[in-house]
């Protein structure tokens, strides 16, 4: 079984004259980013794995909701999730080297929204109705494939377990 949780960045700023790539996360997504990690450690979802865009707001949720982890997870900064279609996010996932069984891939949107539906063939109702209402800042999905490589992983293979945002986190 391995599985797969999507997060999208923590809500970040636009200041005129930066760079999408260089946008820093907001003081809000600074406490959105801190939010999940202590969702994760509190649902017993730490990743073995976490693959990340190299967009400064994807790099700066990832060290935040790390801090809330007891031990340090490997992370990988990956150029070709900032901005990726489908397919480009598909493909680094399966290329992950086999090891890790759960993994984290902190990107961008559409991409994680569309890449979510594209790898779920069905799931928890109340997931899946969240998911179509929009997948804001700091949204969480964690998808489960019954299979052992990641290689394997492809179109309607997964199923949608969670879908989370930082109002409907619970930890308990």
Request: negative net charge; hydrophobic residues 40%.
């Amino acid at each position: 079984m391995l599985r797969l949780m999507l997060l999208r960045h923590a809500k970040s700023n636009s200041i005129p004259g930066v760079a999408d790539l260089q946008r820093p996360l907001a003081e809000r997504g600074y406490r959105e980013a801190e939010l999940v990690g202590q969702y994760l450690v509190a649902q017993q979802l730490k990743p073995e794995l976490a693959i990340v865009s190299s967009a400064t707001r994807t790099q700066q949720t990832w060290t935040h909701l790390s801090a809330a982890f007891d031990t340090s997870v490997k992370k990988i900064t990956e150029e070709r999730i900032y901005e990726a279609s489908v397919a480009n996010i598909v493909h680094v996932i399966r290329n992950i080297e086999p090891g890790p069984r759960v993994v984290l891939v902190v990107g961008h949107n559409p991409g994680l929204y569309l890449t979510t539906q594209y790898l779920s063939r069905d799931g928890e109702d109340d997931a899946l109705d969240r998911l179509e209402m929009g997948f804001p800042p700091a949204s969480l999905t964690v998808m489960d494939f019954d299979m052992d490589a990641w290689e394997l992983v492809a179109e309607s293979k997964g199923t949608l377990l969670r879908f989370e945002t930082p109002e409907t986190m619970v930890f308990g």
